[in-house]
């Protein structure tokens, strides 16, 4: 199984804190697999996230998202990585309200030519319906301004930029939080199954325990992390 992320001897610390919030001697993610991240409030997943998007960097040790050390990477070559490469889901979504569904599905791709040519051919818009007709948003709700979805279809759009072309990791901060149990679970399905067709390596934050039957593997946060709790302030 070839390597997504790697983490080697991470050490991060906010500006200002006394001492870090992250020592993290090691951590490989394989191609393909899904990984669930739970931790304490405050203790570090939301930052860790971040770290391997490469949105920040760590002062030191070595992030390798597929073989590329994030380190020697400047700012827009990181930025290229992540938007060819990484699918965020984030917990509110970050959906620009008052743009279609369908164009912020679309957008994800704007600047990611890696992404647009695994598209296999098809168009940006064509590719994106595909996606929102298989998470199950009807083709008006798609025309829709995001602002006027409900909750749980906003979250689909969300997962429909995430996926949109393919990126080898999805990375998902707690993207089930504002759903019911029915929602929750058809949406989980639907995240599998389109990362299992490509391939994809998805790594899942969640504070809901009962989660973790539905994915192969979980990592503690606290059992990664050398850094003693409550020591980061
Ligand atoms: N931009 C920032 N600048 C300074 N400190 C920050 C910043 N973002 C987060 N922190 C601090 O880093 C620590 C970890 O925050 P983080 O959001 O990574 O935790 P988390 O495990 O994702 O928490 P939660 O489960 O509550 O979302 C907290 O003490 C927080 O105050």
Redesign the pocket.
């Known amino acids: 199984m070839s390597t997504c992320v790697e983490l080697k001897h991470l050490t991060f610390s906010?500006p200002g804190a006394q001492s870090p919030?992250l020592s993290i001697p090691h951590l490989k993610l394989t191609r393909g697999e899904r990984v669930l991240l739970r931790?304490a409030?405050?203790?570090?997943?939301?930052?860790l996230l971040s770290l391997i998007a490469g949105i920040h960097t760590s002062q030191a040790g070595q992030v390798q998202v597929l073989s590329h050390d994030l380190a020697t990477l400047n700012q827009h070559q990181r930025d290229r990585l992540r938007a060819n490469e990484i699918g965020y889901i984030f917990q509110q979504f970050n959906l620009l309200p008052y743009l279609s569904a369908l164009t912020n599905v679309t957008l994800a791709c704007q600047f990611a030519p890696a992404r647009r040519q695994r598209l296999a051919g098809q168009s940006l818009v064509a590719a994106a319906t595909t996606l929102l007709d298989r998470l199950g948003l009807s083709r008006s709700q798609q025309q829709q301004p995001a602002h006027q979805l409900s909750v749980g279809q906003q979250q689909r759009v969300a997962a429909a930029r995430a996926l949109l072309g393919s990126p080898a990791l999805i990375i998902a901060d707690e993207p089930t939080s504002a759903l019911d149990q029915a929602h929750r679970d058809d949406f989980i399905q639907l995240l599998f199954e389109a990362c299992e067709e490509q391939q994809t390596t998805l790594l899942f934050v969640t504070?809901d325990a009962t989660l973790a039957p539905h994915f192969p593997r979980t990592l503690e946060l606290q059992e990664l992390n050398q850094v003693e709790p409550n020591n980061?302030?």
């Open positions: 906010w919030l931790g409030s405050g203790s570090g997943k939301s930052t504070h980061n302030v």
